[in-house]
């Protein structure tokens, strides 16, 4: 499995550096208050901008013993430093009169005790390596990070178009670290530069001044605030300011500006010299404001907000990391020995597994079978069968160890004759289904060596393995091969093997369209919710199939079963009597349970589709609003369900009905004909936050969704992934 | 009852003598100086510097001035920490930020007339993080004469100058 270095990169340092960014993220909330209630003090005077520097000075030099110096700090807080009875002392002033304010403000025991854990982990220098260390690492999570997004989505430029959702972890991880990345790349690197400097690996000099001490003058004096430099520059501009320290000529005015530095002569007013801050100061200082936050509250609220997401994404990444199946390739036999060649487009490592299984199992009956991904595409000089396996990509491009295919197809001619069969893997709830098999599928056709085992190409939806293994038996009758694949063991969901009675079934005398349900209790607990599935094996040689349920009682549910004239499984339920015993397992489906808190619901089904939605509009005890479209061959066709559903629309758990007969001689409607009809309603339904669900058959799906995609764009100018998204759309499909 | 009227004076007695003490103990500086300190332009972090006043027979009386506010670096200016830490000196009122290299401080200082002329001087030590200590950087007699000389540093100060103040 080639993870892209890419992913790699961004794993790898987000482990090594994982517990110093913790801390240093935590403290950095923490700390990202500080300058906030700093700023909110009161010690800030409005209009004192405009003063000059003559004024100020002289305001505060009027009002104590000796002033030795003065400044101002980010935050626009004036301070003075002065000598009252003989002691040294500091605190705000009001510019304009001088008069102290308040104290300096003490750094709170809680913000000193983050700053030293913040910076040097309480480990002093080897602490501070460490934060530099880890600031850097943040910086190159931060950077391939935003690679990965910029890949996922197809381009920087589609950046912030909409993400596919795959789960919860994967889709907030996303989401949140487009928003933030920019902040945190920018604490880090700001990090990174305040540790170079603390290090000294980027030097700060100071600014040296060289006097001529033997040309200054004391004539003609003049009184400081007549000086054209104290009377020029306004107070916004200062940063300190320091009094002569004696009334020698030697000693001279200290001023310190945003930009520059300057010593004044304190008879004449004259500048001795004047330099400008070197570049690395002013970058120093911009570092610092940007790391700390100092002095602006926005700016503050952005780097808290940041460094309350790195927690987040650490651990939504590392429950991306955990889910991905690992996987690793054995091939027993080389590239050229092989008959079966199994290549696979994938970029998660689901799809891999699946060939897996189709590789091992080949092996295990002495098959020479050889696995690899896309982007290995060579020649194979014994290859009978070509599988290709794959997932589609974002938008419909090819996954992450596929994209060199294209041109490697042509680049290694085969010389043998060979059959292929291409299985897409995807999700029918995304535009672009399986795109990418499609049209490797077409590359394929175009090789004079290569034959189509199938005309059509197959597709899996949402995982599953029934109709993988539905591939794998049709495939083998074109090998001559009987295939028994045994579902991944990692995507076994917990199965409770449970034991049902029947209590009910449709006798075969009223059945329609070889259409039954099946009442079961249950006698042993297992707790099951309508949408859930029913997974039964009618015997041991055969494979499980699976039923969607409807919870009607407590322990009782229903299932809508159409009867096969070969099905193995609904053959032996149709033959089951009532009062035997049966066993089953119940799986859960959380993805098609009742939603809880919609306050209206569309229920849309063909078919045995409507089994679990009425068990849901049975139990639909608050009497929400519920609208049940539902799509059968005759009006005939409704017999079965009619019992329930008008007893449903008679005490307002079910608000309406509207079905639609696809084999009526006057009117052949379908399901999608009567949601057009509605359209309006639905969309605002969709709008008010309510749900569609739908269950039936997948060719329903997809002209349902059609419709569904239609009307979002239309009357609610958004795409249909916005609310599948938000888990408005709900289905299971077959 | 006549118990309670002896314990009462008692008590009077010695709050007095205590009342006296006290203001015999915590003495007013009577006289000031403003003192620079320049730095020399070292490498490394911002510097600690204690000034301290030191009698004829060079032991420590007291703490004038901390340059410095973290005290997790107090114990690096070894000699006066085991004075200052080991006499639970109060340094609250006296600690003033660190400075860097190049930068200078001035602060002012309060010493008593009595130190003035009599052999006491003041000592400037100096530690910077991960570097060398200085136990004695500078040293300024308290001799009016020469007081307002500029005293040369050894470690991470260039200099030191004093001036009565205004």
Not at chain 1, 213 to 223: H, V
Not at chain 1, 292 to 318: D, H, K, N, Q, R
Not at chain 1, 368 to 382: C, E, I, R
Not at chain 2, 58 to 73: A, F, I, P, R, S
Request: net charge neutral.
């Amino acid at each position: 499995m080639t993870l892209s270095i890419w992913r790699y990169s961004h794993l790898i340092l987000a482990f090594a550096s994982s517990i110093f960014l913790l801390l240093a993220s935590v403290t950095g909330v923490i700390l990202s208050i500080e300058p906030i209630s700093n700023k909110l003090q009161p010690y800030r005077i409005s209009n004192a901008e405009g003063l000059s520097l003559a004024e100020t000075i002289s305001a505060i030099d009027a009002q104590y013993e000796e002033v030795l110096s003065i400044s101002q700090d980010k935050n626009g807080f004036v301070s003075a430093t002065v000598i009252i009875d003989n002691q040294n002392e500091s605190f705000y002033v009001n510019p304009e009169t001088g008069e102290k304010l308040g104290d300096i403000i003490e750094k709170a025991p809680i913000y000193q005790f983050s700053t030293n854990l913040h910076r040097s982990l309480f480990l002093k220098t080897p602490g501070r390596l460490f934060i530099g260390l880890t600031s850097f690492l943040l910086f190159l999570i931060a950077i391939s990070g935003i690679v990965l997004i910029a890949k996922r989505q197809g381009g920087i430029t589609k950046f912030f178009s909409k993400i596919v959702r795959e789960n919860y972890a994967q889709y907030n991880h996303v989401v949140y670290s487009r928003f933030v990345l920019i902040p945190i790349v920018i604490i880090a690197i700001s990090g990174v530069y305040l540790s170079l400097l603390r290090f000294q690996i980027i030097e700060e000099n100071q600014i040296t001044h060289e006097i001529d001490f033997d040309n200054l003058q004391e004539d003609p004096t003049i009184d400081y605030t007549q000086f054209e430099l104290f009377k020029n520059t306004p107070l916004s501009e200062l940063r300190e300011f320091e009094f002569p320290f004696s009334e020698f000529v030697e000693d001279y005015y200290l001023v310190r500006l945003k930009n520059k530095e300057l010593l004044i002569n304190q008879y004449t007013g004259d500048v001795i010299s004047e330099k400008q801050y070197p570049f690395v100061t002013i970058i120093s200082e911009w570092a610092t404001v940007l790391h700390t936050g100092e002095g602006s509250i926005l700016w503050s609220i952005v780097l808290g907000i940041g460094s309350m997401a790195i927690p987040f994404l650490m651990i939504t990444g590392f429950i991306i990391f955990f889910k991905r199946p690992k996987t690793k390739i054995k091939n027993p036999y080389s590239k050229d020995k092989a008959n079966f060649v199994i290549l696979v487009g994938s970029e998660s490592g689901t799809t891999l597994q699946y060939a897996e299984v189709l590789h091992n199992y080949l092996l295990s009956i002495n098959e020479k079978s050889y696995l690899a991904v896309l982007d290995q595409y060579t020649t194979y000089k014994n290859m009978k069968h070509l599988v290709v396996m794959t997932a589609t990509y974002g938008q419909g491009e090819a996954p992450s160890n596929a994209k060199k295919f294209k041109n490697l197809i042509h680049k290694h001619q085969q010389k043998a004759h060979f059959l292929y069969s291409v299985v897409g893997f995807g999700s029918t709830s995304y535009p672009n289904f399986c795109q990418f098999a499609y049209e490797t599928n077409e590359l394929l056709e175009t090789l004079p060596q290569a034959k189509a085992s199938f005309n059509e190409i197959f597709t899996v939806n949402d995982q599953s393995f029934e109709s993988f293994n539905r591939w794998a038996s049709l495939w083998g009758e074109k090998t001559n091969l009987e295939l028994r694949l045994k579902k991944p063991t990692l995507y076994n969901t917990k199965k409770h093997t449970s034991s049902f009675v029947v209590l009910d079934k449709t006798e075969k005398a009223s059945m329609v369209d070889s259409t039954f349900l099946l009442t079961l209790k249950n006698t042993n607990g297992a707790i099951a919710d309508s949408g859930d599935l029913l997974s039964i094996v009618p015997s041991t040689e055969e494979r499980e199939r699976l039923y969607s349920i409807g919870k009607m009682e407590r322990n009782v549910y229903t299932i809508s079963v159409k009867r096969h004239d070969k099905g193995v499984c609904s053959t032996y339920l149709q033959g089951l009597e009532i009062g035997t015993n049966l066993t089953a397992s119940i799986i859960e489906n959380k993805d098609f349970h009742f939603p809880a808190k919609s306050k209206q619901t569309i229920l849309i089904a063909t078919g045995t589709g409507i089994g679990p939605f009425l068990g849901m509009i049975k139990n639909n005890v608050a009497k929400k609003g519920i609208h049940l479209y539902w799509g059968g061959r005759t009006e005939e066709s409704f017999k079965l369900y009619k019992p329930i559903i008008s007893s449903a629309l008679e005490n307002g758990s079910l608000t309406s009905f509207k079905p639609a007969y696809s084999r009526t001689q006057i009117e052949k409607t379908y399901v999608q004909n009567l949601i057009k009809k509605d359209a309006v309603y639905i969309a605002e339904s969709l709008r008010k936050k309510g749900c569609v669900m739908i269950c039936g058959s997948i060719t329903m799906q997809k002209e349902v969704l059609k419709e569904l995609q239609e009307i979002c764009a239309k009357y609610l100018n958004k795409d249909l992934s916005f609310y599948q998204n938000r888990n408005q759309i709900k289905m299971d499909c077959y | 009852m006549k118990k309670s009227v002896n314990t009462f004076c008692l008590v009077s007695v010695f709050t007095l003598q205590i009342l006296i003490g006290y203001s015999f103990v915590n003495y007013q500086p009577t006289v000031s100086y403003k003192c620079m300190i320049q730095m020399t332009n070292y490498t490394g972090e911002k510097a600690y510097v204690v000034v301290s006043l030191i009698d004829p027979d060079n032991n420590y009386v007291k703490t004038l001035y901390v340059q410095g506010d973290d005290e997790e670096w107090f114990p690096d200016l070894k000699d006066w920490w085991i004075f200052s830490n080991g006499s639970n000196e109060d340094i609250d009122g006296i600690a003033g930020a660190t400075i860097g290299n190049g930068e200078r401080n001035i602060i002012s200082l309060g010493l008593d007339a009595s130190q003035i002329d009599s052999g006491y001087k003041l000592r400037f030590e100096s530690a910077v993080e991960n570097q060398e200590y200085y136990p004695i950087d500078a040293e300024v007699p308290l001799n009016s004469e020469t007081i307002k000389n500029k005293v040369e540093g050894k470690g991470y100060i260039r200099f030191i100058r004093m001036v009565p103040s205004k």
